[in-house]
């Protein structure tokens, strides 16, 4: 129980192109989660276009449950054959997995074969090779475990530093070994490990990549789990309950809201102090109490939270290194996978004064937008209204 | 030497809109001037419950209300003084 299937691709462009032809796409089916890395021919936007059209296809129709050999004769039907080079005008790998059995299956068409660690070691899966259309696609299936990583590969990976750094490129052993060795330092997500290799495959090319690269990487790990109780609850009375529940969370702890920090207090039977020191012109300061990972002030810590993480498209790595309470709540809200908020929705009369901007007066229609947010960069959230 | 009293500054959502980040090295400023810097210790609160009439200050049971960066000053010398100086 309570393994967290973590799935993160990123992608290199060709030097000099803006757009990249290495096309990703997710799909939820019931409890099948089906990735897709689809590669063009070639480069730019006629590569861009094949992939996006590839990618689409496949996520459509095995999202719809389409039988297998019916999708793979879709696609290596509609693709063209390039005269010259007799190769199909895009390559693909899907990687489907159940996220209550694990069980997983990769679907290989012409990409690089799919890099697979068990403990962070190299492993392998069955497969075996169907022809569909005259094609070999390579099947492999098993079930994953915690710690596994899974991922597919455009050939772009492999070639990094081809002709340059290294004279044959990375190769697919280099590419295994580095994963190997970036696996050892404990990365906690799917996104730390692909970006420490494809900062790696950037570096090989001297930031100047000969093809597109991508990786599209699956990770199972323990989901980590965050509660976020904000705002007092409407009854006075359920204030205790509210704070039991936070108490008897298994995961990660959050405070949002000054009102919401006292009912906390009372509950503990202390005084929670501010940090002065993360106070800043535009946010109160944070606190910090015991079996509480961050204390923050409410509506302006919320919104300036919600804004960052716009700013920085949900990229936990790229939040600022200000240790104040908009970035601290933003870490907490990206580090984790599952969300549950308790949203109290009595409203401070201070901010009942028709004097105050609106947009720090309604807590509830915040969180609405955190909410909205955090599901758009695949959380699951849920909220409880109190 | 005994532990030092607490002199919280309300750093809520209100009290913060009214001016606290300017308030607070201004205070720390006259703490210093009067010598009760060596006994009093300012720190900062989550909401201490007037909002409507932040920025809010609390030492011993006393709150102090309506607190601007401009009358601080005044409100200092005039009125917390002497209730700060039972610290002594
Ligand atoms: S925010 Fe200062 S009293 Fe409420």
Redesign the pocket.
Known sequence: MHDFLDIHDSSLFRHGEELCGDQVRLVQAGDRTIAILSDGLGSGVKACILATLTSQIIATMLGAEAPLDEVLSTVIGTLPMCKVREIAYATFTVVEVNQVTLEVRVINFDNPPILYLKAGHPAKLQHRVEKILDRDVIISEGRLERGDFLAALSDGVLHAGLGGAMNFGWGRDNVLKFTEQTMLHNPGSARAIVTRVLNEVNRLYHDEPGDDATIMGVYVRARKSLMVFTGPPLKEEDDRGACDKLFAFAGRRVVCG?TTTNIVGNYLGMTIEADISTMRRNLPPVGYVKDVDLLTEGILTMARTLEIMREVKGDITRLPEDRNGAVLLATELLEADYIEFLVGQSISE?YQNPLLPRNISIRVSLVKEVVEFLREVRKEVVVDYI | MNAKEPLWL?M????HQRGVYDILPHLQRLLCEHQLDRVIELKGSF?????VN???LKFRETLFINITPENLRVRFTMEMLRHLKAAL
């Open positions: 000054g201070y | 309300c809520g959502s209100a009290c909401c201490l419950g007037p909002c932040g920025s809010v």
